[in-house]
């Protein structure tokens, strides 16, 4: 099980800390991504990391301004938002896959999403 968290409601050029801790299972092995979903729109791709290497992959959309990151000894995985603007108004979740990809069907497990508002 993954739990997401975090969100909130903050104004344009702020900042804020996702995480999505893993329960019940270890996610240690499991490639990390983030997704996100404005009301009204599909789902897109954020972010991911690597399991092993700590690669990470951006959307061009947020390269830059959004930082992933991991803790496998405490089973959690970050993403640090920086500059946020409306735009990045959505439902963050978190998900974990076997595949490194920015496919969100290829991802195995997903958390239950967490609202960030960002406010002009």
């Known amino acids: 099980q993954l739990q997401a968290s975090g969100g909130g409601l903050v104004q344009a050029g702020d900042s804020l800390r996702l995480s999505c801790a893993a329960s019940?299972?270890?996610?240690?092995?499991?490639?990390m991504g983030w997704f996100r979903q404005a009301p009204g729109k599909e789902r897109e791709f954020v972010s991911f990391?690597?399991?092993?290497?700590?690669?990470?992959s951006y959307a061009d959309s947020v390269k830059g301004r959004f930082t992933i990151s991991r803790d496998n000894a405490k089973n959690t995985v970050y993403l640090r938002m920086n500059s946020l603007e409306p735009v990045d108004t959505a439902l963050y979740y978190c998900?974990?896959?076997?595949?490194?990809?920015?496919?969100?069907?290829?991802?195995?497990?997903w958390g239950q999403g967490t609202q960030v508002t960002v406010s002009s």
């Open positions: 990391i690597h399991w092993l290497s700590g690669r990470t």
């Open positions: 998900a974990a896959s076997t595949l490194e990809t920015r496919i969100g069907g290829l991802y195995n497990y």
């Open positions: 019940g299972r270890t996610v240690s092995r499991y490639h």
